[in-house]
């Protein structure tokens, strides 16, 4: 017995090609922060021949690193790499074991919902557009008096938010469609490779 077992794998294989896309951008990500890195470095090393570092090396590494963190969750979460430990689990029955799988997965779409949330507020207390009305509707809060920015830089705080607030919405997306498959796996008794 199953629920809508069909459904849950076509939405499954979307989900799984989505997040994967989602985690190659971060890939280009994290190594444009890494050649952002070493060219800033090498410009201080040779600051007195009119090189120099790039201005704001360290704000614009900070931002890509946060961004590319929350495109990486959905993808692990979908293929189960979080990290574990199976020190005695692996010694239980598939069907003991299929459900600690299950209680795993909605400890993490809970988690990942309330991290969700967080980013949502934060972005609301960011942004500085919109009435009050929609802000109202859409819980994001007073309007800021002021976009608050990086300080060297002055990049406005709410687009890295947005940024993250995306990866962060697709990650409980993923773990909210995980409780299903693992529930699903519970309920044949065993789980499958995802």
């Known amino acids: 017995m199953t629920l809508a077992k069909r459904a849950e794998q076509r939405l499954g294989e979307w989900l799984y090609r989505l997040a994967r896309y989602l985690a190659y951008a971060g890939g280009v990500l994290l ?19 009119g090189l ?15 961004i590319a963190i929350f495109v990486f969750m ?25 459900f ?23 972005f609301g207390e960011k942004v ?6 929609i802000r109202a ?18 990049i406005p705080l709410w687009i890295p938010y947005g940024l993250a607030l995306v990866g962060a919405g697709f990650f409980a997306i993923v773990s909210i469609y995980t409780v299903w498959r693992s529930l699903n796996w519970t309920l044949a008794g065993q789980e499958e490779t995802p």
Not at 59 to 64: A, S, W, Y
Not at 100 to 122: K, R, V, Y
């Open 52 to 66: 120099g570092p790039i201005k704001g090396d360290f704000e614009l590494v900070e931002i890509g690193c946060a």
């Open 128 to 133: 500085p557009f919109g009435s009050d009305n």
């Open 74 to 98: 959905p993808l692990a979460q979908i293929r189960r790499r979080h990290v574990t430990v199976d020190v005695f689990v692996k010694y239980l029955s598939p069907r003991i074991y299929a």
């Open 31 to 49: 190594t444009a922060m890494a050649l952002l890195t070493v060219i800033s470095v090498i410009g201080r090393r040779f600051d007195g021949v």
């Open 137 to 154: 509707a859409l819980a994001m809060g007073s309007k800021p008096f002021f976009a608050e920015t990086t300080y060297e830089l002055e």
């Open 100 to 122: 600690l799988g299950f209680l795993g997965d909605l400890l993490i779409a809970i988690a990942s919902t309330a991290i969700m949330w967080q980013f949502w507020l934060g």
